[in-house]
């Protein structure tokens, strides 16, 4: 048996581990793996070549994504694409293959599993949007890395009374806002799933002011309304007596050495996802649900959106504890 494995949408923190897991679960089942590189795009271009397990020494520890990751629109939009990539991994002798990626990824991954090839798919995106995984590879990371930032933030912002708001990736999602804001103490979160009225957040940070607050943290999704950018200039336009500044994370998150949470969950994920291949299975995806693995359809998970835990955001408001 061989097998293919490649990573394609946004680079996730743990991409590289889940790699490294699938092909090592691979070799200790005596099957060969090949890499796709570039993703999707990549694939239509037959970038696909064998791996060796030299070439995975090391790579734990290593952020973005050693196989590069592209998108293809004559792959998504186009059914001669969708063959195309076929006939790309039948000519490599491919067998079976293994998709880590977001939504666009194992959306790709359903296309060849019903086209006959057996596909699994393995969650990984900061955004944390997946359905059939309480986490995906990368969220980890991506929300440590924005928590040490925004601690930097803090000190900045108590030193010169300021109020910063925050941007936090995560594409249409507001999980990594709300954790974020969780673990790091803010005043206030913004997130797309639920309404803000700019005027009533500032009324509630301008009396925290007046009683003495010293500075304000907040953190807004980048798919929020208002956005991070709008939320600043109101609170500088109202003139209330202190100073917003804007600081936008954007790319910070996706890189960066993943967390031992991620490699562990990136290795649990990536091997499940080759047992599921050599149990027969296709069309599913491998998510973590509680302390368990487990394989859920592909049909369940594409063009469905993980959505935010509105007990998570009403925590996120109750420690805020504005307007003391
Ligand atoms: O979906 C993952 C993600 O990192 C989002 O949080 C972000 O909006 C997007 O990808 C960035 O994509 P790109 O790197 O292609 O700009």
Redesign the pocket.
């Known amino acids: 048996m061989k097998i293919a494995v490649l990573t394609s ?3 996730a923190p743990g991409m590289n581990a889940a790699v490294r897991a699938t092909a090592q679960a691979a070799f200790a089942r005596g099957w060969e793996a090949v890499v796709v590189e570039n993703g999707y795009h990549g694939l239509l271009n037959g970038d696909i070549r064998p791996v060796k397990r030299h070439e995975l020494w090391g790579l734990v520890q290593q952020g973005g994504t050693a196989l590069g990751t592209g998108r293809s629109s004559e792959f998504e939009e186009e059914e001669r694409g969708k063959e195309k990539a076929l006939d790309r991994l039948r000519e490599a002798g491919v067998g079976g293959m293994v998709v880590i990626g ?1 939504g666009g990824s194992l959306a790709g991954g359903l296309e060849l599993h019903k086209r006959g090839l057996p596909t699994v798919g393995v969650p990984a ?3 944390n949007d997946i359905p059939g995984t309480e986490l995906s590879i990368g969220v980890d990371t991506a929300m440590n890395t924005a928590v040490a930032v925004i601690d930097r933030i803090k000190d900045t912002a108590t030193a010169q009374r300021r109020a910063m708001v925050v941007e936090v ?3 249409d999602s507001g999980y990594l806002a709300a954790t974020s804001a969780i673990a790091g103490g803010d005043d206030a979160t913004i997130v797309p799933e639920f309404d803000t009225d700019p005027q009533e957040l500032l009324d509630l940070l301008n009396e925290s002011y007046e009683k003495g607050k010293p500075r304000f943290t907040v953190v807004v999704a ?1 798919g929020a309304s208002p956005t991070a950018s709008e939320f600043c200039d109101f609170i500088n336009d109202a003139g209330g007596g202190y100073q917003a500044d804007l600081t936008t994370l954007g ?1 910070i998150q ?1 890189g960066g050495t993943p967390t031992a949470f991620d490699r562990i969950l990136a290795a649990r994920l990536g091997a499940s996802a080759v047992d599921a291949l050599a149990d027969g299975a296709s069309g599913t995806m491998v998510g973590l649900s509680g302390d368990s693995i487990e394989r859920v359809p592909l049909e369940k998970v594409v063009g469905e959106k993980r959505p935010l835990d509105p007990d998570l955001y009403r925590l996120a408001g109750i420690l805020s504890a504005l307007p003391d």
Do not use: A, C, F, M
Request: charged share 25%; net charge negative.
């Open positions: 949408g946004g680079v977001g995106t900061i955004d990736l995560g594409r980048e790319h996706s």
